[in-house]
Each structure stands twice: as structure tokens, then as C-alpha cells.
């Protein structure tokens, strides 16, 4: 089993992550899921992450709130994809859980302190703020983390929120650039991969066709978020972002790519948030992040599906 801290800001895609998540409890031991503001505010993706819990039925799980807004720059929030509450497209009822009163920079470094040296997988699905902060307020943490796997960046793909950038990325690239430069062996699952993963008609109807509610849930927020990138690319299928990162825990077998270096800019607004992602092996800067390029599509979406009917 494999210690795990979860940083996320559901967004339909992560809910779908979180599932994944929840749904292997014999593979991740879950020490928090801390809540980070980015698709939408801080409270929304809080009371967010609550109602994934309950809907999954691991309510034992400890949910904190991290930080609610980026170090430097003002918050861009991605309501215009992802709807009014973040998690648009089903409607669950609102949580009976509550968030612990333990901060998310605090419970980081609570677990991290607590933990045998490269041992616990930190799983980041969203803006980098309240890691970034924590590594910042005890670099010691560093040396507990096996591994950052993250869903950021682009090369290939280029952006998403700019002509330049990735999301996940520009909500906070200074945070990003700490993280990045933090020495920690980190996996990035940047556009380049999730683009390669389209959700068609097909393969969302057979969520639903499990027979379970989260299987339903998954395909109704799916579809909603879908509109946006449809028309934006033209595709057959919306790019799936969230559930690379657990999946690339699960089956990293599924993903090809190289060790390579890999820096953010954070002092220019016309490529704010872009990676500098030297893919080619131009410079001779330290390797600081394995770069997925490529993952198997097909087996991607059968593994997935098979770990949602896992669930209620």
C-alpha cells in the first residue's frame, strides 16, 4: 500500500480522479486529500471534495483546506468549463461531512514529518500553492516524498488558459517554480498525454452502463464539461486531465516519456505559466522531472473503468 497525500480543486475530471483514489483502498493508503483553490474558489472545491467522499463511501478520509489563493498573482478560476460550482453536470446533495480544522500546509507537513524517508506519493492534481508553501516553511518534508506526481504543463501541446500555458500551472507559477526547483523526483503528466485521451460517446456511455451510481456521476459531470472543449478542439472527445495521475500510480506501464529538465516562467505576462520544457536535451541542466509523453489509450480507459465499478 502506498502513503499518499491528495491535492486537488474538483472540477468534474478530478472528481472522476478522486474516484479512482477512493476506490483503491488496498492500493493508497490516503493520509489527506487537501482542498486547493484553482478550477474554482477554495470553499466550492472543499464542499467539492465532500460530496466525492460520501458519494464513494470512504468517509473516514481526512479533508483539508489549503491555501486560497496563489502566492503572488490574483486567482483565475476556470468556472467558464467547469460551471458555477465547479463540479457542474450532477446533482449531489451537499455534504454532511466536514473539513478538519487542521490547515492543509500544516497536515502536509504533519504527515510528511511522521513518515519513513521516500515513502509517500504526493498526488497533484491542481495549482501547486499550499505544496509550494509547505516545502517553503519545512524543506525538511523533501526527504519523506518518493515522488510528486503531477497533471501540469504542456510542451507538445503548448496551453490551455494562454496561448502559452497550461492551467494548472499559471494559477500559480511561482508556486510551480519552487516545487519544480524543490529536488523531489516528480512525474509530470502534462496536455500532451491527456489530450491523447478523448472522451467519446462510447466510452462514457459505459460508466453508466456499470449500473452503479458513481459510474453515472462520472459520465453525467463528463458530458458537462465536455461542451467547452468540444467545441474548442473540434475532437471526438474532451481531453480527460484528472485521472492520469492515479492511474499513472496504478499502471505506470501505460505512459512513455524521458527524464528531462524543466523550468516555469514567472517573470514574463506574455508567457506567464509557460514550462520551458527541454524535451530535446538542448541544455545541460539537471534532469528535475520525468516528462510523459505518450500513454496507451485504450488500455487506459479499460483500467479506469474497471476501478470506477469498484464503486458504489
Given at each position: 500500500?502506498?502513503?499518499?497525500?491528495?491535492?486537488?480543486?474538483?472540477?468534474?475530471?478530478?472528481?472522476?480522479?478522486?474516484?479512482?483514489?477512493?476506490?483503491?483502498?488496498?492500493?493508497?493508503?490516503?493520509?489527506?486529500?487537501?482542498?486547493?483553490?484553482?478550477?474554482?474558489?477554495?470553499?466550492?472545491?472543499?464542499?467539492?471534495?465532500?460530496?466525492?467522499?460520501?458519494?464513494?463511501?470512504?468517509?473516514?478520509?481526512?479533508?483539508?483546506?489549503?491555501?486560497?489563493?496563489?502566492?503572488?498573482?490574483?486567482?483565475?478560476?476556470?468556472?467558464?468549463?467547469?460551471?458555477?460550482?465547479?463540479?457542474?453536470?450532477?446533482?449531489?446533495?451537499?455534504?454532511?461531512?466536514?473539513?478538519?480544522d487542521?490547515?492543509?500546509?500544516?497536515?502536509?507537513?504533519?504527515?510528511?514529518?511522521?513518515a519513513?524517508?521516500?515513502?509517500?506519493?504526493?498526488?497533484?492534481?491542481?495549482?501547486?500553492?499550499?505544496?509550494?508553501?509547505?516545502?517553503?516553511e519545512?524543506?525538511?518534508?523533501?526527504?519523506?516524498?518518493?515522488?510528486?506526481?503531477?497533471?501540469?504543463?504542456?510542451?507538445?501541446?503548448?496551453?490551455?488558459?494562454?496561448?502559452?500555458?497550461?492551467?494548472?500551472?499559471?494559477?500559480?507559477?511561482?508556486?510551480?517554480?519552487?516545487?519544480?526547483?524543490?529536488?523531489?523526483?516528480?512525474?509530470m503528466?502534462?496536455?500532451?498525454?491527456?489530450?491523447?485521451?478523448?472522451?467519446?460517446?462510447?466510452?462514457?456511455?459505459?460508466?453508466?452502463?456499470?449500473?452503479?451510481?458513481?459510474?453515472?456521476?462520472?459520465?453525467?459531470?463528463?458530458?458537462?464539461?465536455?461542451?467547452?472543449?468540444?467545441?474548442?478542439?473540434?475532437?471526438?472527445?474532451?481531453?480527460?486531465?484528472?485521472p492520469?495521475?492515479?492511474?499513472?500510480?496504478?499502471?505506470?506501464?501505460?505512459?512513455?516519456?524521458?527524464?528531462?529538465?524543466?523550468?516555469?516562467?514567472?517573470?514574463?505576462?506574455?508567457?506567464?505559466?509557460?514550462?520551458a520544457?527541454?524535451?530535446?536535451?538542448?541544455?545541460?541542466?539537471?534532469?528535475?522531472?520525468?516528462?510523459?509523453?505518450?500513454?496507451?489509450?485504450?488500455?487506459?480507459?479499460?483500467?479506469?473503468?474497471?476501478?470506477?465499478?469498484?464503486?458504489?
Amino acid at each position: 500500500m502506498r502513503p499518499t497525500i491528495v491535492i486537488t480543486d474538483p472540477g468534474q475530471e478530478q472528481a472522476a480522479a478522486l474516484m479512482v483514489i477512493l476506490a483503491s483502498p488496498e492500493e493508497f493508503e490516503v493520509l489527506a486529500i487537501v482542498g486547493s483553490a484553482g478550477n474554482t474558489t477554495l470553499d466550492r472545491t472543499v464542499r467539492n471534495i465532500l460530496q466525492v467522499v460520501e458519494l464513494t463511501g470512504r468517509t473516514g478520509i481526512h479533508v483539508h483546506r489549503g491555501c486560497p489563493r496563489p502566492l503572488v498573482r490574483e486567482l483565475v478560476t476556470a468556472a467558464h468549463v467547469h460551471g458555477e460550482t465547479g463540479m457542474d453536470g450532477y446533482p449531489l446533495h451537499e455534504p454532511r461531512l466536514e473539513p478538519s480544522d487542521e490547515p492543509g500546509v500544516q497536515a502536509i507537513i504533519r504527515h510528511l514529518r511522521a513518515a519513513e524517508p521516500h515513502s509517500v506519493t504526493v498526488m497533484q492534481l491542481s495549482s501547486m500553492t499550499t505544496l509550494a508553501v509547505a516545502l517553503v516553511e519545512a524543506p525538511d518534508i523533501a526527504a519523506s516524498i518518493r515522488e510528486i506526481v503531477m497533471m501540469a504543463g504542456a510542451y507538445f501541446e503548448v496551453g490551455n488558459i494562454t496561448p502559452t500555458a497550461e492551467f494548472n500551472i499559471y494559477v500559480d507559477p511561482h508556486a510551480a517554480d519552487i516545487v519544480l526547483r524543490s529536488g523531489v523526483p516528480i512525474v509530470m503528466l502534462p496536455l500532451d498525454v491527456t489530450h491523447q485521451l478523448h472522451n467519446t460517446r462510447e466510452r462514457l456511455d459505459r460508466f453508466s452502463a456499470l449500473g452503479n451510481q458513481c459510474g453515472r456521476v462520472v459520465d453525467a459531470l463528463l458530458t458537462f464539461s465536455e461542451t467547452f472543449d468540444l467545441a474548442k478542439y473540434g475532437t471526438d472527445g474532451a481531453p480527460l486531465h484528472g485521472p492520469v495521475v492515479p492511474l499513472y500510480c496504478l499502471h505506470p506501464e501505460l505512459f512513455g516519456g524521458r527524464q528531462i529538465n524543466a523550468r516555469v516562467e514567472i517573470s514574463s505576462e506574455l508567457t506567464m505559466g509557460m514550462l520551458a520544457a527541454d524535451w530535446w536535451q538542448i541544455t545541460d541542466l539537471p534532469r528535475n522531472i520525468f516528462y510523459a509523453r505518450t500513454v496507451d489509450a485504450p488500455a487506459f480507459y479499460t483500467a479506469l473503468l474497471a476501478l470506477i465499478a469498484r464503486l458504489p
